[in-house]
């Protein structure tokens, strides 16, 4: 069985203070890992994602994630946020591939105060 | 989403009425998902379909049924809609999960 931790369900944080939002996973197998984004009333957009290779990986609007495997960690990291990025994030694996299936973590609601 | 639509963005209906919401995709994806997402539960599958005709259950299933008789349109049905199932609903679309999810913008269903 793999299951998605996020260790904090609501982060505060200044605008132009960094962040990061915590994700551990447990898994058997090898894995896929990702971070979506839901903006308030909208459906969730893929942010980033780690299939293999380098472990700092780069996604879009800023944001990065390192993948490490002896923590079995996918933080997700900022160094400067912005109003806009107040959302709720989420973690996602699959167990590699051929799987056809996300295991979601229960979402981490990042809330930026001016 | 570009490619994924669900319809109707908004429902109100009453407890004990069938309810179905429809999740239309263009981009000929083999995998299609519902989910539902409620306050301090995250995002919960309820069915999802790998091809035309073949669907699983997934963790919370109980009253729902789905159906998938063409590629592009993947139907959620509450057989008997229940105060519990107020929520919105989430349909998504992958050809894989190497590639994640794309994800339709959601129903908010709410049973009176």
């Known amino acids: 069985a793999q299951s998605v931790t996020q260790l904090d369900s609501q982060v505060p944080v200044f605008e132009e203070a960094p962040v990061e939002l915590r994700c551990n996973y447990s898994s058997s197998v090898s894995v896929y890992l990702f971070w979506y984004v839901q903006y308030p009333n909208q459906g969730l957009q893929l942010l980033l994602k780690y299939l293999s290779g380098s472990t700092l990986v780069k996604g879009i609007n800023g944001f990065e994630a390192e993948f490490n495997k002896s923590q079995t960690s996918f933080h997700l990291r900022k160094p400067s946020v912005h109003i806009s990025d107040t959302a709720e994030y989420f973690c996602?694996?699959?167990?590699?591939?051929?799987?056809?299936?996300?295991?979601f973590g229960k979402g981490t609601k990042l809330s930026v105060i001016p | 989403d570009a490619g994924i639509t669900q319809s109707p963005r908004h429902k109100v209906t009453e407890t004990g009425t069938p309810v179905t919401l429809r999740c239309h995709q263009t981009?000929?994806?083999?995998?299609m998902y519902w989910y539902r997402q409620d306050p301090g539960h995250g995002l919960r599958l309820i069915h999802y379909s790998y091809g035309v005709k073949d669907t699983d259950k997934g963790e919370v299933s109980d009253g729902y049924s789905v159906s998938r008789s063409k590629t592009e349109d993947f139907l959620l049905t509450l057989e008997s809609a229940t105060s519990s199932q107020t929520s919105v609903y989430f349909c998504a679309i992958s050809v894989g999960a190497d590639y994640g999810y794309t994800f339709g913008s959601g129903t908010r269903l709410t049973v009176v």
């Open positions: 996602a694996l699959s167990s590699g591939a051929g799987s056809y299936q996300l295991t």
């Open positions: 981009e000929n994806h083999r995998y």
